[in-house]
């Protein structure tokens, strides 16, 4: 059995014997993110183009290693913990046992300026939920009961200005509890798990289904003022329909905000597995429009205060404090994107922050070990990702040429050294490459040589690339 690790804690002993006996489980909050991996059904990879030229590959983005920080659970003003606790424990009332009343109802807007201007002084960038209907309280494009019109206008536009500029923005589905009827608008009276998000109700729904509803989670946040070009799942959704679960991604992406390369966390790994992300249901590679979507996944456990902001992690099981050990330099050192992984209520940690202050170590001793780390929200990680690995590359007597369905900032490349200096030409435009003395330095519009290899660092358009040397 191979088992993705927790996303939020440990399976119960009884939901575990029954992983032991081979069966294929959803999770949710307070339950592990564990399943058998072969027997699991993937989404299809679909289209690739013909392998490169011998002695040429596309690396990581200025040879340096993607690091990005998810953030789950998060909204506007809505403790998320506080009112989904007394939900969860409705259908589950022997698991959530948590006081929910000592947890506060709100996160303030304060600790999310706090909390971004921190990491926009430091251009750490990741991704930031925003629940649409956080455990149907109320929506965050009309009114939360509890709060006025006025406090919630000012909480978007805290996540304008403080979380936009680096962060992607996701609906974690519609309510991150009770199913929504996407028809009236209102939960479905049963209240049991198959009509709770984190649980039963998408295994075996169509794509068309889960369309309709990540479709319903999206407008919402449109409607909002939000763009987004991913979603993440709460819990186990989705995780018994995996091909129906990447198609309706991109549908829904494509839909309401004509998203190019949609993309969405819905797993992460804390054994040997790769991180990679997954380029998947690829398909028109040879038109104007291509199709892809892509699965990011995440590397660590939330190790930082819990989903619900009662279970204090550790940094060093990240980084330890000699810099030595912990799951993120098994990442890094493997050259794959680190993306950390986290819950809001547990980074305020009911106002004590100390989920913040581990993450603040953690981003201290990774920069005190490491001096080729570079932050990358997963929209950025996914565009890199299908370029790398959709970009046609071949080579005649004077040029390599690259055809490139997607544009992508800072492509970097490693081939055979050419002689004099290399240029880059796009649509009759020419860039000649300015040489640098390190890999370290490598930046948009660069060359390396070592020896006989040297590595490139352009702006790919989409189409026609040509890399020559001047005459």
């Not at 996160?107 to 002084?121: A, L, N, S, T």
């Not at 549908?251 to 966390?265: A, G, L, M, Q």
């Not at 989903?307 to 330890?320: A, C, M, N, P, Y």
Request: neutral net charge.
């Amino acid at each position: 059995m191979t088992a993705l690790s927790t996303r939020r804690s440990f399976l119960s002993q009884s939901i575990t014997r029954l992983a032991a006996a081979g069966a294929v489980l959803p999770v949710a909050s307070g339950v592990s993110k564990a399943f058998l991996m072969q027997t699991r059904e993937l989404p299809p990879a679909g289209d690739r183009p013909a392998p490169p030229p011998d002695g040429v590959r596309i690396i990581n983005p200025k040879a340096r290693v993607p690091v990005s920080f998810i953030i789950d659970d998060s909204t506007c003003l809505v403790n998320l913990a506080h009112f989904a606790v007394p939900q969860f424990a409705e259908v589950f009332p022997d698991r959530y046992l948590q006081d929910w009343r000592k947890l506060p109802l709100e996160i303030p807007d304060d600790f999310v300026r706090k909390f971004g201007d921190w990491c926009g002084e430091r251009n750490i960038k990741g991704k930031y939920s925003i629940v649409p209907y956080p455990a149907c309280v109320g929506r965050v494009d009309q009114r939360l009961p509890g709060w006025s019109r006025t406090d919630l206008e000012n909480s978007l536009n805290v996540v304008r200005k403080r979380m936009v500029p680096n962060w992607d923005i996701h609906p974690e589905m519609v309510t991150h509890t009770f199913v929504i009827n996407t028809k009236t608008g209102h939960p479905y009276e049963e209240r049991s798990e198959r009509f709770m998000e984190n649980w039963d109700w998408s295994v075996n729904k169509s794509s068309d289904e889960l369309t309709d509803y990540l479709t319903y989670a999206l407008q919402i946040l449109k409607n909002a003022g939000l763009t987004c070009e991913g979603v993440t799942t709460p819990g186990g959704f989705g995780n018994r329909a995996r091909p129906a679960l990447s198609q309706a991604t991109m549908n829904s992406c494509r839909e309401v905000f004509s998203t190019e390369i949609p993309h969405y966390f819905r797993d992460l790994y804390t054994d040997d597995h790769s991180v990679v992300p997954l380029v998947q249901r690829v398909s028109g590679l040879e038109t104007a429009d291509p199709k892809c979507v892509v699965s990011i996944i995440g590397c660590t456990g939330d190790w930082f205060g819990g989903w619900d902001g009662l279970e204090k992690g550790s940094v060093d099981q990240f980084i330890t404090a000699d810099l030595q050990a912990g799951r993120l330099p098994q990442v890094i050192d493997k050259g794959e994107p680190a993306i950390l992984v986290c819950h809001w209520p547990g980074i305020y940690f009911n106002g004590e922050e100390y989920g913040f202050n581990v993450f603040k170590e953690v981003v201290a001793r990774l920069h005190q070990r490491y001096d080729h780390l570079l932050w990358m929200k997963l929209s950025e990680i996914a565009r890199y990702w299908a370029a790398k690995e959709l970009t046609s590359i071949s080579r005649n007597a004077e040029a390599f040429l690259f055809k490139a369905p997607y544009a992508c900032p800072a492509l970097t490349v490693e081939l055979p050294s050419m002689q004099g200096t290399p240029q880059i030409l796009q649509d009759g435009q020419t860039l000649s490459l300015k040489e640098v003395s390190s890999l370290r330095n490598l930046e948009s519009g660069t060359v390396f040589r070592q020896r006989d290899k040297m590595t490139v660092c352009f702006d790919l358009q989409k189409g026609a690339n040509e890399l020559r040397q001047r005459n």
